[in-house]
């Protein structure tokens, strides 16, 4: 297990990722944080001994009991929920900001229907007066003939 946790660590990965893939491994070791920060700690105090493997039959000092079927499959179950809260959080978000978008979009036809309409009864307001004054010359050219 520590010939392992040097190789993760050499690599790159960190504490909770070494743990998931120890622990994907060897489902029957069980793990804590504590153990792969130990083991990291030994690597760098005599990183001789992790080479020629004596590090490996040590017990760890931190272990969980065994976790039942039904408690794998709640823990899985809680992660998938959590995921897909998560999932459903980013989806409401996108809809909320599409739902933004197009208020803004409505507001802004509407703006333009208002002074499209305000053109309009400009408009019919001068033909009403273009027609009181056809009439009224009409009307006066009528009565001097």
Same mark, same amino acid.
């Given at each position: 297990? #520590?010939?392992?946790?040097?190789?993760?660590?050499? =690599?790159?990965?960190? #504490?909770? +990722?070494?743990?998931?893939?120890?622990?994907?491994? =060897?489902?029957?070791?069980?793990?804590?944080?504590?153990?792969?920060?130990?083991?990291?700690?030994?690597? =760098? $105090? =005599?990183?001789?001994? #992790?080479?020629?493997?004596? /590090? +490996?039959? $040590?017990?760890?000092?931190?272990?969980?009991?065994?976790?039942?079927?039904? +408690? $794998?499959? $709640? /823990?899985?179950?809680?992660? +998938?929920?959590a995921k897909a809260k998560e999932d459903l959080k980013k989806v409401e978000e996108e809809k909320q900001k599409e739902i933004d978008a197009l208020r803004a979009k409505l507001e802004e036809k509407e703006s333009t229907i208002k002074k499209f309409e305000e053109f309009i009864d400009i408009c019919n307001e001068r033909v009403m007066f273009q027609r009181q004054r056809l009439a009224a010359n009409a009307g006066a050219g009528g009565s001097q003939a």
């Open positions: 297990m #520590v010939a392992a946790v040097k190789q993760l660590k050499d =690599n790159g990965a960190g #504490v909770s +990722e070494t743990l998931q893939i120890l622990q994907t491994e =060897n489902p029957d070791c069980h793990l804590l944080p504590r153990d792969i920060y130990n083991a990291r700690a030994a690597i =760098n $105090r =005599n990183p001789q001994k #992790v080479a020629s493997g004596i /590090a +490996e039959n $040590r017990p760890a000092i931190y272990s969980k009991p065994h976790q039942s079927a039904e +408690e $794998r499959i $709640r /823990a899985d179950l809680r992660r +998938e929920l």
